[in-house]
């Protein structure tokens, strides 16, 4: 009868277990490679958990030689939502986290254990269940919704776990006759697994890489493997997908924790082998007195475009994701600061077991490092194709000249010491404003101690020997020889000694000009800003500085 039964609930179903065991054979991966993957589902945008958790996937794949592939779990077609996929993709290309197999961008697919889309296996996932019912590990289910609600609201009246369980599991007991007549009657149904767990009492226990030993209930509910329209569920398909796949490690968000129990039921009663689990914990945000999980909601910043947005370089956030995943990872990088992520010594077991918070303000110190260490060249092509997509009218500034574009991205890059004001590009077109005429204003105002007089007569003076091609030095004495004939002393320390005799001292001329040039009391190195901009247009700006 369970053949009969199998015969007609999957009469288009051929194949056999074997044969997909055969089609898809162990990988030859040498000794201790770790076979990891993401595997989204394409109902939104790309999350920063998301590209968190693929980020913890490659390098362990790659800490061990092993893989790292991307599958596709597209079942739920009423919450996909168009152009997910390939947010999703785009988004971890961007980022640098690019799977060696399966969907390595939309459209492109590497690897022999396809089709890499959980909608394309149904046959697949057809195949297993066939034989779990022929086995009598499994049965059609015949309840409506009506009548599982009705099961549940008893369950809760007793004050009893609700689930398809127990003596609420009503079709668990059905004869394989009983169920043949009413799929022959044209009866909708399920197919459910048919647990094996046999006492309340019964535990696993499982070592999880992240979290350690983990004990909990075995599963004892008959779960559903696949819907009523023959498309499986997520328990069933992951457990499928990653045995074919020949998957050792699946690590993923600690929310997962609860399936536990019945995924390595699953894995046993299929046959198959278990996975190590590993799961991480979510990156949390501090609300109030308390935190909670960076929310798709309530968060800009839970969304992966919102860096690219903003225009943080992709190398800054995984850097700070990277100190977020393991605590000594920032020593490390202090220690090397020119080497390769791909040199730091990665661990599951280095990271947190509790969630970590996020820290904006972390991220931007950490951005500013990264920026900090990239060339003009760098920052100049990282620029135009932010701007162009964000800031059309900022990228035209830069692309009408770019020789120019790339001076003032020299400004105080590349030495010893490079200064770490930047954090993200969405910055800079504030940060480079003075540069252009169409944009310099004065924003701050001239030193109070400074009469209008002096303030002309300092611009006068040094418009008389000031020359671009000056180094930094020749720059600064000549703006302490125009001080002592204007009445200012041109070292800081004498005056504070004799305030009295003069009326201020020489950096008080020094921010006359920097005002008059750049329109604010703070900039990068003055004689490289001026350098950049040039004597017309320096003399220009001193003439205007001068009718203020």
């Known amino acids: 009868m369970n053949q009969k039964l199998t015969d007609i609930m999957f009469p288009d179903v051929a194949t056999t277990p074997e044969y997909y065991e055969d089609l ?52 739920d077609k009423k919450r996909e939502v ?91 007991n059905l004869e394989p006759e009983q169920a043949l007549n009413r799929i022959k009657s044209g009866h909708s149904y399920v197919v459910r697994l048919r647990s094996d767990c046999v006492d309340d009492n019964q535990r696993i226990v499982f070592n999880d890489l992240i979290k350690g030993k983990i004990e909990m209930p075995e599963n004892d509910e008959d779960f559903v493997l696949l819907k009523s329209d023959g498309i499986p569920t997520y328990h069933f398909a992951h457990a499928i997908d990653d045995h074919l796949m020949r998957t050792t490690h699946v690590i993923r968000g600690d929310e997962w924790i609860s399936s536990v129990p019945k995924h390595i039921q699953l894995f046993r009663m299929l046959g198959f082998k278990p996975p190590k689990y590993a799961h991480i914990s979510p990156i949390m945000k501090e609300e109030g007195s308390g935190k909670r999980k960076l929310s798709k909601r309530k968060d800009p910043e839970a969304a992966v475009r919102y860096y690219a947005e903003q225009g943080f370089p992709a190398d800054s956030v995984i850097e700070y994701l990277m100190t977020v995943a393991c605590s000594d990872y920032e020593h490390w990088r202090r220690c090397n600061p020119k080497k390769s992520r791909d040199e730091f010594p990665f661990g599951l077991k280095k990271m947190s077991a509790s969630g970590a918070l996020f820290d904006l303000l972390k991220l931007n110190d950490v951005s500013k490092t990264v920026i900090a260490g990239m060339d003009a060249d760098a920052v100049l092509n990282a620029v135009l194709e932010w701007a162009k997509k964000y800031t059309p009218d900022y990228f035209l500034l830069l692309d009408r000249d ?26 800079l077109p ?62 800081v320390k004498q005056y504070k000694n ?19 040039v750049t329109g604010r009391k703070n900039t990068p190195d003055l004689c490289s800003i001026m350098r950049v901009i040039g004597r017309e247009r320096v003399i220009a700006r001193f003439e205007q500085a001068v009718t203020i």
């Open 24 to 75: 898809y054979p162990l990988r030859q991966c040498k000794q201790g490679a770790r076979i990891t993957r993401i595997a989204p589902s394409p109902t939104g945008y790309l999350h920063l958990g998301v590209l968190f958790t693929a980020m913890i996937n490659q390098m362990t794949a790659k800490a061990s030689d092993g893989v790292f592939y991307f599958r596709l779990e597209d079942t």
């Open 82 to 172: 168009e152009g997910g996929a390939q947010d999703i993709l785009d988004g971890l290309r961007a980022y640098g986290v690019i799977p060696d197999e399966g969907f390595v961008a939309l459209g492109v697919i590497k690897g022999d254990y396809g089709p890499y889309q959980q909608s394309e296996r149904t046959e697949i996932y057809q195949t297993y269940a066939k034989a779990l019912v022929g086995a009598g590990l499994a049965y059609p289910c015949f309840c409506s919704e009506q009548q599982l609600q009705s099961i549940r609201q008893e369950q809760e009246c007793q004050k009893l776990r609700t689930g398809y369980l127990g003596e609420y599991a009503v079709c668990r």
């Open 402 to 427: 770019r020789g120019y574009a790339r001076e003032i991205f020299s400004v105080d890059r590349g030495g010893a010491k490079p200064r770490k004001d930047i954090a993200k590009w969405c910055e």
């Open 430 to 491: 504030e940060y480079t404003a003075y540069f252009f005429d169409e944009a310099f204003k004065i924003d701050d105002a001239m030193p109070d101690n400074i009469k209008h007089e002096d303030i002309r007569a300092i611009l006068t003076e040094y418009a008389k020997v000031y020359d671009p091609q000056d180094d930094r030095q020749q720059w600064f004495n000549k703006i302490k020889s125009i001080c002592e004939p204007l009445g200012f002393c041109p070292d």
């Open 498 to 516: 004799n305030p009295d005799e003069y009326k201020g001292h020489v950096g008080d001329v020094s921010t006359v000009i920097r005002i008059a």
